[in-house]
């Protein structure tokens, strides 16, 4: 309970927050009010109550009105927008229409030279001041597709009239049909994923769940550390989940030739907690140079499991580099919605996009640690690869036994990978994966595999070891690598965690939330 000290304002303080809203919305926005406060408030509201029943000095009605806002406030935290059982919003994730340009993309078509000499985000629209989410427009909750084109044309026919009609047709002049009419389809599509940056902000930003480019904070460990055999509660699950194998730039159009240098994010979304789970993120200064030869992303997450018991969205921001800032050009920005399938294609004017992933049922996570020469000479001089291999095992019971059938798996996931240089290494001899988390299925098993190349790239060493997947704890195992003189022994570390359903959902184990909404509505706020 606070004290009556600190229920004074702070002048300067207020002042302050007051002067930068980015910063007072942000911290706003990353705290969740915890269960037990919004119980001591409506305690504290019904003695008040009380008081002023009894006409007592002291309880006046502005602290009643001040008690209902906070009781508001910290109820909107928990229980969403739309005042969803458990916490949870019970609004689906909305198909948003597009809009017109932002500040940002005017400004970036016009090469303005101001903005060539500042740092560039991986993120296209990061560069832009963000906007609190609260002060971002509201969306309306559900679209219309039909509706959606309506607009979109409307708004093409009001940009053609008068001047702006005169002065595109100056821009166009000298331009062929289909130059003009890529830059019409690229500028739909950055419209589009800017509609749908906004509508994201007004649907889940507003709900304390921070900003559009905020990366999930839910750890692959959660459960990890908890007691084999108790109950973590039903925040923890054992579910469907997505496993990511690549994400290829299958094909160039529009002029586009091979080799060229990207940067951006391809990222994900679920239920979790609907914040970007990136799957590749590489600012411009560290661009990756593709080929046609190798034409696919260096992946450096998921950073969790993907969890799919409901939506789950794929984003793909990028760019290609050019000498120049002002000569860098919009690859792709586009999003997908999963619906199935072991693959996903995204495509436009300039490019072809496949993600290639597999849906595995009743899975846990396991995070590979670490993995390390414990013993032996260094053998990845030429380069070598770590992946993770999972099985999954199906059963029948026949005349009373149990006969398990395992299918072998139909891709790996590679961890580290590198061909014709030696591997990135850290202290104690351990490898610097670029990945760390794979699902497992759960009756299945993880199987880890490690090879050393030679100076033509051939296979020269490997070995594998095989973990048996757990709710909870850490593995160790050691494997020999095979036809290594000396033998070099390697280790390798898992730790496994359940998966986390919902960001909410761990804030209120041991809580009757059925009975605290009741109280809430209860007491008029």
């Known amino acids: 309970m606070r004290s009556r000290a600190d229920e ?3 002048t300067e303080m207020e002042s302050r927050n007051r002067s930068n809203p980015r910063k007072n919305s942000s911290s706003k926005s990353n705290r969740v009010a915890p269960p037990e406060s919004l119980g001591r408030l409506l305690q504290q509201l019904k003695e008040e109550k009380e008081k002023l029943k009894e006409g007592k000095s002291e309880a006046t009605s502005e602290r009643v009105n001040s ?34 340009f932002t500040k940002m993309e005017g400004e970036s078509a016009s090469g303005s030279g101001k903005r060539q000499h500042q740092l560039v985000s991986c993120r296209p629209h990061e560069n832009e001041i963000r906007q609190s989410p609260a002060a971002a427009p509201l969306a309306t909750p559900h679209h219309d597709s039909a509706m959606d084109e309506q607009q979109v044309h409307k708004k093409v026919d009001v940009s ?16 062929s049909a289909q130059q003009i009419a890529k830059e019409e389809e690229m500028a739909f599509e950055a419209n589009s994923f800017a509609s749908y940056r906004k509508s994201w902000e007004s649907n889940w ?21 908890c007691t084999p055999g108790c109950d973590p509660g039903n925040a923890a699950i054992a579910g469907a989940t997505l496993q990511i ?16 240098s990207v940067y951006g994010v391809v990222a994900a979304r679920d239920c979790v907690d609907h914040s970007c789970n990136l799957l590749f993120s590489c600012d411009r200064w560290r661009s990756q140079k ?10 450096i997450g998921p950073s969790r499991a993907i969890v799919f018991t409901d939506d789950v969205y794929f984003e793909t921001e990028l760019r290609v580099k050019g000498k120049t800032l002002s000569q860098d050009i919009a690859l792709i920005s586009e999003r997908r919605h999963y619906s199935g399938g072991r693959t996903i294609s ?10 290639c992933m597999e849906r595995i049922h009743e899975t846990v996570q396991a995070t590979i640690l670490g993995v390390r020469v414990k013993n032996g000479p260094w053998p990845f001089d030429y ?25 072998a798996p139909s891709m790996e996931v590679v961890m580290l990978a590198s061909r014709g240089r030696t591997m990135p290494k850290g202290s104690c001899g351990y490898l610097c994966l670029s990945r760390h988390v794979v699902s497992v299925e759960l009756e299945g098993s993880l199987n880890v595999v490690i090879q050393a190349y030679s100076e033509f790239g051939d296979i020269t060493t490997q070995g594998e070891v095989s973990f048996t997947p757990k709710a909870c704890n850490i593995s160790q195992e050691t494997c020999f690598l095979d036809d290594s003189d000396p033998k070099v022994e390697v280790e390798i570390t898992v730790a496994w965690s359940l998966l986390v359903s919902n960001r909410r959902h761990l804030m209120m184990n041991g809580m009757d939330f059925g009975e605290l909404k009741e109280a809430v509505s209860g007491m008029g706020v």
């Open 8 to 10: 004074k304002p702070n």
């Open 290 to 299: 593709l080929s046609q030869e190798d034409p696919f992303l260096r992946l």
């Open 383 to 407: 380069g070598g690869k770590v992946a993770c291999l999972s099985p999954s095992r199906t059963y029948k019971v026949t005349g009373g036994k149990v006969f398990y059938t395992t299918h």
């Open 160 to 175: 053609g009239d008068g001047d702006n009609n005169d002065m595109k047709k100056e821009m166009d002049r000298g331009k």
């Open 67 to 100: 008690l209902r806002e906070e009781i508001r406030t910290l109820r909107l935290d928990l229980f969403g927008g739309q005042g969803g059982t458990r916490g949870i919003s019970t609004q689906p994730m909305i198909h948003p229409s597009p809009r017109e």
């Open 346 to 355: 995204i495509s436009n004017c300039f490019c072809r996009i496949e993600l």
């Open 205 to 225: 930003g507003a709900c304390s769940r921070g900003f559009f480019g905020d990366t999930t904070t839910v750890s692959p460990m959660h459960f990890t550390h």
């Open 245 to 260: 194998f690549t994400i290829k730039l299958e094909e160039l159009k529009g002029g586009l030739e091979w080799p060229l």
